[in-house]
């Protein structure tokens, strides 16, 4: 009987027994070679389109780019008064924001300065119009909305497929003239 080995050791496993008698068990035996996709250096600011899709770094971190980003922009609510640079911790800071961009006690001090100029009255009426106008807006929106979408089919027991909308009744055209008449009503004001 033979005792040496019918299998002759290749380099690279000669170096891996090396690595581990010497305890460096990390050491590569062998290269790899293959593609590796070079990624351009971006820079802050920069506006670049992969994947379909608009990408930009902003305070270094890579963001995409959405048509909902001026929206989002919009209803954000700052943490300080852009006109005092105050706390906008005050309840009811969020929404004199949104009416007025700027904060709660900022606002109270702009309508004591029309109280001071006599102009609050014409300002408050303002306010309370465009308010108006644009409930009307919305109700009349709404409510051809609804009477559009009011297709309402049902099925029978038998399977028969009954259409109950649609029907143009004369409830429903009143129903609109009047929504008109005040939106109407409410624009002359």
Not at 72 to 99: A, D, N, V
Not at 109 to 136: H, I, P, Q
Request: charged share 35%.
């Amino acid at each position: 009987m033979e005792s040496y080995l019918k299998k002759e050791f290749r380099e690279r496993d000669v170096k891996r027994i090396r690595n581990i008698v010497t305890k460096k068990f990390g050491d590569k035996t062998a290269s790899q070679v293959g593609y590796t996709k070079e990624n351009p250096r971006r820079e802050e600011g920069d506006v670049w389109e992969e994947d379909g899709r608009t990408w930009t770094i902003r305070n270094g971190i890579r963001q995409n780019l959405t048509r909902l980003d001026t929206v989002k922009q919009l209803i954000k609510t700052p943490i300080s008064c852009p006109k005092c640079s105050g706390s906008m911790k005050h309840r009811f800071s969020k929404k004199m924001y949104k009416i007025h961009g700027f904060c709660f006690d900022c606002t109270i001090d702009f309508e004591a300065g029309l109280r001071r100029a006599g102009k609050f009255e014409e300002y408050e009426r303002a306010m309370v119009t465009g308010n108006m106008k644009t409930f009307a807006k919305d109700l009349e929106t709404w409510a051809i909305e609804q009477l559009e979408e009011s297709s309402m089919s049902f099925v029978t027991e038998q399977g028969d497929i009954e259409d109950w909308g649609k029907s143009n009744n004369k409830s429903q055209l009143e129903l609109i003239k009047k929504i008109k008449e005040y939106k109407r009503q409410v624009d002359k004001l």
